[in-house]
Nanobody, 121 residues
Framework: QVQLVESGGGLVQAGGSLRLSCAASGSIFSMNAMGWYRQAPGKQRELVAVIYSGGPTNYADSAKGRFTISRDNAKNTFYLQMNSLEPEDTAVYYC???????????????WGQGTLVTVSS
């Protein structure tokens, strides 16, 4: 069974920084797209950033210029560096990855349990 475990959330003042990590464990043959999503109270879950196996990235407009997504393939881990945080960034952040457990199987979407980021004004 494959799991994603997030870490790095917490409370930070506006203007501060946080680095989220998402580590995959279990039987992993390969990983493709890896992304960070967030869900604020009363709002729908939204994509923040995604990084593909070849390295291309894509960001939500709200994240451009402030957040950076990266991955360490050797560790099956990916990250979200968040700078210049604003109170509007307060949300539960979830990681998601497309993972193949064997070469015979297709990619399946796996979600982490979420980590809370709170930005105070």
């Amino acid at each position: 069974q494959v799991q994603l475990v997030e870490s790095g959330g917490g409370l930070v003042q506006a203007g501060g920084s946080l680095r989220l990590s998402c580590a995959a464990s279990g039987s992993i043959f390969s990983m493709n797209a890896m992304g960070w999503y967030r869900q604020a109270p009363g709002k729908q879950r939204e994509l923040v950033a995604v990084i593909y196996s070849g390295g291309p990235t894509n960001y939500a407009d709200s994240a451009k210029g402030r957040f950076t997504i990266s991955r360490d393939n050797a560790k099956n881990t990916f990250y979200l560096q968040m700078n210049s945080l604003e109170p509007e960034d307060t949300a539960v952040y979830y990681c998601n990855a497309a993972i193949r457990t064997t070469w015979e199987r297709g990619y399946q979407a796996v979600w982490g349990q979420g980590t809370l980021v709170t930005v105070s004004s």
